[in-house]
Each structure stands twice: as C-alpha cells, then as structure tokens.
C-alpha cells in the first residue's frame, strides 16, 4: 500500500489545514494587557511572564528563587510519581500482551493489535485531558482557590466546598457517558490496516469505550486534588490501583489466555482499575469537603463570571489544540500502519511511543506543578514571574537527564530488547528512531514546562493557534518525505516530522512567555 501514501498524507493535509483555519476565524483574539482586577473575563497574564532580573534585589531573588525551587519541587516529585504510573502500566501492559499462549509464546501479531488499538483509544482520552482534564480544571480550581484565601481570613481548610469542581465533574461524567453510547457504532467503522487482527482489536475498544465515563471522572477528580495542591492522595490511590492493575493483568493472561487476547486481558485489568478509583477519589473529595455531601444529586452551583469564562473558553480552545495534537498522533500511527502492512512496522512505533511517553510524563509533572501554583499566584493577583522563570529552568534540566537516563536504559541495560522480547524486526524499527526519541528530551522540558506555564496563565487560545502552525508544520515534512521519497523508512519520516513538532512548539509558546513582539503580533 506504499503507492497509496501522497494521496493519503494529502488527505491528512488537507483536514489540518482546514480544522487549523477553522481554530484561527473562531479563536477571538486576547489582549495581553488587560487588567485581571478589573475584567470578569480573566485575560492572558503572559506579558513580560519571565522576570527582568535588573529590577529586583538580588538578595529578594535569591531567598524567592530558593522559595519557589523548593516549592516546584515539593509538587513535582509526588505528581511525578503519580503521572509516570500510567506509562509504567503501559510497559507491562504490552509486555503482557503481546504474549500468547499462558505467556509462555511471543506474538507480533498481539502486540501489533494493542498498537492499532492505543491511538484510537488514546485519541478519545488524551483529546478529553487536554480539553478539561489536564489543561482547564487545575487552573479554574487553583484560581477559584486562590481567590478565596485572598478574600477572607479563612484558612485552606475551612473553605467551602468547590463550585468549579462540582461544575468540572459533572462535565466529565457527562462527556464520558455521551461518547460511551455513541461510540459502539462508530468502533465497526474503523479502518483496520490488517484485516486479521479486527477480532482481537474491536473488543479492546469496546470495553475502553464503556468506561469512559469513570475513567474521565477519575481525570478530574484528580485535578482537582492537584488545584488543590494535594499530590500525595492521588499518588496513594494509583499507587495501589497500579499495584492490582498488575496482579489482573498477570493472572488473566495467565489463566485465562485460551478465552480472551492479552490486548482484551490487559485493557479489561484497566477499566477495573479506573471504575474503583474513580470511585475513591470521589470519597476523597467528600471527606474533604471539597464536594458537597449530596454530590451529585445536589443542584448544579451558580458559579461566577470568571469561572465559567474559564471553563467556556478554555475548553472550547483546548478542545481544538488537543484535537489537533491527537489528531496528528492517529495520523502518524495509521501511516506507519499502513506503510508496509508489516505488523513489526507499528509495533515498533508502538515500543517508541511507550519510551517517549514514559520520559515526557516525568517533565510534565514540572509543567503540572507551575500550572497550579501560577494560577493561584494570579487568583491571588500577585506575580507569577519568578514561578514561571523557575520552572522553565528545572524543566530543562530534568529534561537533560532525562536524555541520559533513557540513552542509558536503550543503549546499556538493553531496555529495547526487552521491550521487543528480542524480535529482529522490531528492534531493528525501533533503534532506527531512538536517536530522535533520547536527543528530544530537553526539548521536551521546556516544551511541556511551557506549557504549563501557559496554561495557569489563561493562555489557552493561544496555545490552540501555536498548535495549529506546528502540526501543520509537522505534517508538511511527513507528506513531503514521503510523496518525494526522502531517505529512510516511514517510520524514520514520521519521527523526524514528531521532531519537528516539538521544535515548532518551543520555539513559539517560549517567544511568548518571553514576550517577544512579532511572535504576538503574528498571533494576536
């Protein structure tokens, strides 16, 4: 099917370019200098976001910088712990799946059916992350919080129970639910490149897609916690879910391999998992009165302006920037699928995935801890400057070490082979794209720091626009290399063009933060 890739790329094109459009007649446009203290619509506070370092006194920006470091730390390292729990899973979920036969055989073939089968299930949950999960909750309950210790004399744990919270949770249940019915129909209708492996790959989506609604009210919830700046009770609960999610996985593919696939074994584990936590979660914010007792068969609160201004707005720009990022991630994985129709060649981008994915989630958890604490500076209406200084210099050096660890973990502890089970083919594709995975790492620090950075400061339009330019970039590149026939695989040409991406990313959401004009008088 390889003659078949410019007009499939084109296709591809040609939907970014008009869902980009689309973003940029839609998005109005924001004025960086509105006064937050004065306009109910809370407008973009990155204007001069990083510190000038000549006006301040260096003794102050020493202790605030020690202040701040510690701080980022103290909120990075159990979020860490938390978010890098779900990629861990995913390294043992594959490692499970791809067995046949009591564990006791290697399949291609299963591995490659949980590889076509991640993105799609990926695009439901990451575009409903990055829409509401992620990106908003934290930053409207961190504001929302913010603003009630800065109003009244009441100390954290005597505020009332959270409106945006209340308002967030019942979104999330109810996407979940809405796209739960509607997505049986439409599962039938997704093009498979390996006809053979469709019995295997429809009842993984189907027991993904019945979940959906625990598994997005667990998302919130647990932003919620973070707005709240509690990272250790959601470290907790996944901690111990991880624990069973394992125990599950293992004795299903172990016992009961002759009944189920490994891929059905695994992603079943999950959702049991997801339903029981977002279960414990949801006790949590009771006993800590976060919720109200009568959630949530109580009256939906009357929230302010603000909120949902925030809520409005940030979802709706955040739904176009997340559908365009895992749109583009559906893209690649089809097109590399579809490539050579060699169940190897999306297995290997599937063990790439996992590394890069693993890697990203331990920087994110640095643009996490500066989404909630620039929030709540600007909810409290102080300065996020020094916040955002900070964590763009720590998201850079994890990013660093990150670079070393996994080069270490590929290239010295034989990390790839085990993740391949030793095939030949598969370790060929991916040491063929892990130069690009180990050189990105720092990249991806500032990238997803910034991101962070971006998002506590309300700068959601923008980073919808700033998306809508790399992706396009990005499968420019993919289109061009392959339409031209550029040296090296599909698969090399779509790291290169996930490369691309990133570079785009950072090169424009850091010229906003540092507030340079002809990067904002391009966008605004």
């Known amino acids: 099917m390889k003659h078949n890739m410019p007009l499939a790329l084109s296709m591809i094109q040609m939907i970014f370019a008009a869902t980009s459009a689309t973003a940029f007649l839609q998005i109005p446009a924001q004025n960086p200098a509105t006064n937050l203290r004065t306009s109910t619509i809370p407008a973009p506070y990155t204007k001069g976001l990083l510190r000038s370092y000549s006006n301040d ?56 059916s949980v590889a076509t089968a991640a993105p799609a299930v990926n695009f439901v949950l990451f575009l409903f992350n990055g829409v509401l999960g992620t990106s908003v909750v934290p ?6 919080r913010g603003s009630l210790l800065s109003s009244s004399s009441s100390s954290s744990s005597d505020l009332p129970p959270s409106n945006s919270a209340q308002l967030t949770l019942r979104i999330s249940f109810q996407s979940g639910l809405i796209i739960a019915l509607a997505a049986l129909p439409i599962l039938y209708l997704l093009p498979n ?35 709240y700046l509690d990272t250790k009770t959601p470290f907790k609960v996944l901690a111990g879910l991880g624990v069973l999610n394992l125990t599950l996985s293992y004795a299903l593919t172990h016992y009961f391999s002759s009944s189920i ?8 584990a999950t959702c049991l998992c997801e339903i ?15 919720l109200p007792p009568s959630f949530p068969f109580s009256p ?22 997340s559908f365009l990022l895992q749109s583009f991630i559906l893209s690649i994985a089809y097109v590399t699928s579809h490539s050579s129709g060699d169940p190897a060649a999306i297995s290997s981008h599937q063990v790439a995935c996992l590394i890069w994915f693993l890697s990203s989630f331990a920087v994110d ?12 500076e600007i909810g409290r209406e102080g300065d996020p400057k020094f916040t955002a200084d900070k964590a763009l210099q720590l998201g850079v050096k994890a990013g660093l070490m990150l670079s070393l660890l996994t080069g270490g973990f590929c290239y010295g502890l034989g990390g790839v082979e085990a993740l391949t089970h030793g095939n030949a083919a598969v370790m060929e594709g991916v040491a063929s794209v892990l130069p690009v995975v180990v050189l990105c790492q ?14 506590g400061a309300n700068e959601f339009d923008f980073e919808a626009k700033a998306m809508a330019v790399s992706v396009l970039l990005a499968t420019a590149f993919i289109a061009l290399a392959e339409s031209q026939g550029w040296q090296g695989t599909t698969l090399q040409h779509v790291w290169e063009g996930l490369a691309l991406l990133q570079v785009s990313r950072g090169a424009i959401t850091l010229a906003r933060i540092k507030g340079i004009g002809f990067v904002q008088s391009c966008f605004i």
């Open 261 to 268: 696939s490994g891929g059905l074994a695994v992603i079943s």
């Open 442 to 455: 720092p990249l991806n620090g500032a990238v997803f720091v910034a991101d962070g950075v971006l998002q």
């Open 57 to 112: 006194n260096d003794n102050d920006n020493d202790n605030n910088d020690r202040q701040i470091q510690s701080d980022l730390i103290s909120l990075s390292l159990p979020t860490l712990a938390t978010l890098s729990i779900d990629p861990l899973l995913s390294f043992t979920d594959t490692y499970f799946a791809s067995y046949a036969d009591s564990l006791q055989a290697f399949s291609v073939d299963n591995l490659a």
């Open 139 to 144: 930053s409207v309950v961190s504001r929302e």
């Open 193 to 227: 490149p390996q006809i053979t492996l469709l019995p295997q790959l429809l009842p993984i989506l189907t027991v993904r897609a019945l979940t959906l609604p625990f598994t997005f009210s667990l998302t919130t919830s647990l932003s919620i916690l973070r707005g």
């Open 365 to 376: 958890a640095i643009g996490s801890a500066a989404q909630t604490m620039v929030a709540e």
């Open 300 to 321: 939906a609160p009357k929230t302010d302006g603000v909120i949902n201004s925030v809520v409005k707005r940030g979802t709706s720009s955040s739904f176009v920037r």
């Open 276 to 290: 029981l936590g977002s279960y414990l979660i949801y006790r949590n914010l009771l006993s800590a009165s976060i």
